[in-house]
């Protein structure tokens, strides 16, 4: 065998080691006993330094120091490309830290759920402080000099910076907030009434998710905490969860999932167990969850199915047809929750978060501190108090798992979704003609043949400028929201 056919095989066994390793965190999330915590995290302590020895393997360095001037197909240079950059990366973190941070984090999201649970931040803290130290020795490990926090942040957007998201934020928060403003000085449209069953909203929410798309043959659907998908290739699973006087909780998590599910599994077959058979970025990811949930599900046209498709389910909504359904799917109120939150204010907290970790990271806040940060700033974003932990602070589950830099991806990947819409738009000029009729295969297409295909195959930023003819900006994204907010609002 050639030193390029033995690197890609044993890449090969280590994608699918890993794969091992997200399903016992699927498991983790869904159906583990909750007694199995902490013998969970020594497990997954176990593969996590196993992982690190196989991406560390200094033949690897040999294999890519032999690869060089060999012809090879563009999927193979890409290939080369990510093992180079994990090599490089995953040697600079000793093996020692990288086990006690799998082993920790997985411990503390069970602390997480409790304290969440008590509202009780201080009780969380010191675990708190632990991960926060170790993401900070992982930080300067893998930045070699360099920006501590743009190191972590590179772990989910590679090429992205801080003082990037800082100038892409600086432009959209006024204008956010000044729509929020004009949107919450009118009458607040109407919202459901009823309730919903558990059993019906989980077979509606399955009706969703084949609509867009999802197969089942490849996936399935279960209930968690938090909502997340998980698994790449022939097995990619997601959750959603059920709010018997809030069914939009339980669909729109479902759909927003699925876009993340179908990313995965629209990936060229040929690239599954490759470092090339997964979505290339989470900012990119989310751009497909967002645009899956928003700019699709959460549009007029769809939003008119949708509402014959309930109505036929669930009987009266107590709604004034289905302009009202569209107003009470996008309706914007005050509320604490980012997940819940709509297209207007999202972004606000996921400002916010960003900001406070990079504080976090940098030092210049104590983990301590962190609660009373967190209400002074929602209090200075959003006008009004927080009054619990579990609905500030303790709301999330990414930092009790180390994921330090992911926050902004999730705004990112709105700035992304907004511009994959205008080309979209642009391209498929009868959309909403199949939206309404619930057929989102013209959308799911486009989106396959531009963004979800290529795996890995590009970077993030040359993916989304492919797709969209022009490198990303936020214009796209505010116009959209704006017009679409100043419409139902008759601002």
């Known amino acids: 065998m050639t030193a390029l056919q033995d690197l890609l095989s044993y890449q090969r066994e280590t994608e699918a080691l890993a794969a091992i390793a997200g399903r016992l965190g699927w498991d983790q999330e869904t159906v583990m ?275 014959d498709q309930m109505t036929e389910a669930f009987g009266d909504l107590g709604l004034d047809g289905a302009e009202g359904f569209y107003a009470a799917v996008n309706r914007v109120q005050k509320d604490f929750i980012r997940t819940e939150a709509d297209e207007v204010q999202y972004n606000l907290h996921i400002m916010l978060r960003f900001d406070l970790e990079r504080a976090m990271i940098a030092g210049d806040l104590a983990v301590a501190d962190l609660e009373e940060a967190w209400n002074a700033r929602f209090k200075a974003d959003f006008g009004y108090d927080v009054p619990r932990a579990s609905l500030g602070c303790l709301q999330d589950v990414h930092w009790s798992v180390g994921l330090f830099g992911y926050f902004p991806t999730y705004s990112l990947g709105n700035v992304y979704a907004g511009c994959l819409h205008e080309a979209l738009r642009a391209d498929v000029p009868d959309l909403d003609a199949a939206l309404g009729a619930g057929d989102t295969a013209p959308a799911i297409d486009w989106l396959r043949d531009k963004v979800q295909r290529h795996g890995g195959l590009m970077t993030p930023r040359e993916v989304i400028t492919q797709a969209c003819g022009a490198a990303p900006t936020a214009g796209p994204l505010l116009r959209y929201v704006e017009a679409k907010f100043g419409d139902i609002y008759s601002l």
Request: aromatic share 8%; charged share 25%; glycine share 10%.
């Open 33 to 307: 006993p909750r007694g199995a915590a902490e013998q969970r995290g020594e497990e997954i302590g176990v593969i996590e330094g196993i992982l690190h020895g196989r991406r560390t393997d200094p033949r690897i360095g040999d294999w890519l120091a032999a690869c060089e001037g060999a012809e090879m197909t563009a999927a193979e240079a890409a290939q080369l490309r990510h093992i180079r950059r994990s090599f490089e990366r995953t040697s600079r973190v000793p093996a020692k830290l990288a086990t006690e941070l799998a082993r920790l984090t997985s411990v503390a999201q069970g602390h997480w759920a409790e304290a969440r649970g008590r509202d009780d931040f201080a009780g969380f803290a010191p675990v708190l402080e632990k991960i926060v130290a170790l993401k900070r020795e992982e930080g300067a490990a893998l930045a070699a000099g360099g920006d501590v926090y743009d190191a972590l942040l590179d772990d989910y957007e590679p090429g992205m910076t801080a003082a990037e998201l800082e100038a892409i934020f600086g432009e959209m928060r006024p204008r956010l907030v000044a729509l929020r403003e004009a949107v919450l000085g009118k009458p607040e449209p109407k919202g459901l009434s009823g309730t919903f069953e558990e059993g019906a909203q989980m077979a509606f929410s399955t009706k969703l998710a084949l609509t867009f798309g999802y197969d089942l043959e490849r996936g399935r659907i279960d209930k968690a905490v938090h909502p997340f998908s998980s698994g790449s290739g022939a097995d990619v699973r997601i959750t959603t969860r059920t709010n018997p006087a809030d069914p939009f909780n339980c669909f729109y998590s479902t759909i927003h999932e699925v876009g993340h599910a179908c990313y995965e599994q629209g990936i060229e077959a040929d690239y599954a167990l490759t470092p090339l058979g997964q979505g290339v970025s989470m900012g990119v990811h989310e751009s497909q969850s967002r645009i899956y949930e928003n700019q699709l599900g959460r549009s007029r046209a769809f939003t008119g199915w949708m509402y």
